[in-house]
């Protein structure tokens, strides 16, 4: 099992629509979550960080976390055709600092 | 502009040479990250200071490869006698540590090709 999995798409969705973005992870002792969105051949930008159970909300975009499930999701409304990237779901591994990226969600908005 | 600088950007190299990356963090980011990044994965963590102690490597990382932040600032990231297995995208991160707060923000990249 990958410590953090997310399903590669890619997730197509029309603009002006909600993209609904998912990770899981396997373990139960992580705190901070994070969400990067990276743009082909580029490097990853943060988009949202997450550290509580619930919801945060910054712009378009709105991070969920549900530690008793061990699952964070991102949510794009009013998507974009700009927003077309792949976003990658982190976890900081047992406080150290350290970041464990899923695979990616490739996401592509279609005009 | 403050963000995370890298240089080079672009690396070709010849398998068996050594190479050295440049990482710039954030000037008051006392955090860098190293991590590699191959197409069609997410970064893997490789190794990160704290000021000027690197505190964690990852088994990644082989005895071929070292990196330093002398004086807390710059990092350096070496790879010896490459390999074509070491053609990746290399990136460097920094952070300020905050509490619980540990948001790294990413640079350029350096994307190596060994041929």
Redesign the interface.
């Known amino acids: 099992q990958k410590e953090v999995e997310q399903n590669s798409g890619p997730l197509s969705v029309p603009e002006g629509a909600i993209a609904s973005l998912n990770c899981t992870y396997s373990d139960r002792v992580s705190q901070s979550f994070f969400w990067y969105r990276q743009y082909s051949g580029k490097s990853p930008e943060l988009i949202m960080s997450i550290y509580s159970n619930g919801d945060k909300e910054d712009g378009r975009f709105t991070a969920q976390l549900n530690k008793a499930s061990q699952y964070v999701s991102l949510l794009i409304r009013d998507s974009q055709p700009s927003d077309s990237a792949t976003y990658l779901c982190a976890v900081e591994k047992d406080s150290s600092y350290k970041l464990i990226f899923g695979s990616g969600t490739r996401l592509l908005v279609r005009p | 502009d403050t963000g995370v600088s890298q240089d080079p950007r672009h690396k070709i190299t010849k398998r068996g040479q050594n190479v050295t990356f440049r990482c710039d963090p954030i000037s008051e980011h006392n955090?860098l990250?190293w991590?590699r990044q191959t197409l069609?994965?997410?970064?893997?963590?490789l190794t990160?200071f704290q000021n000027e102690a690197q505190?964690?490597k990852?088994r990644l990382l082989s005895d071929r490869f070292s990196a330093e932040r002398p004086k807390g600032s710059f990092s350096t990231l070496e790879i010896q006698r490459t390999e074509q297995g070491d053609s990746a995208?290399y990136?460097c991160a920094s952070?300020l540590?905050l509490g619980?707060?540990?948001?790294?923000?990413?640079?350029?990249?350096t994307r190596l090709t060994v041929l």
């Open positions: 955090r990250y991590y069609g994965q997410g970064p893997e963590f990160y505190l964690e990852s995208m990136l952070s540590t619980a707060d540990n948001e790294q923000f990413f640079g350029p990249g």
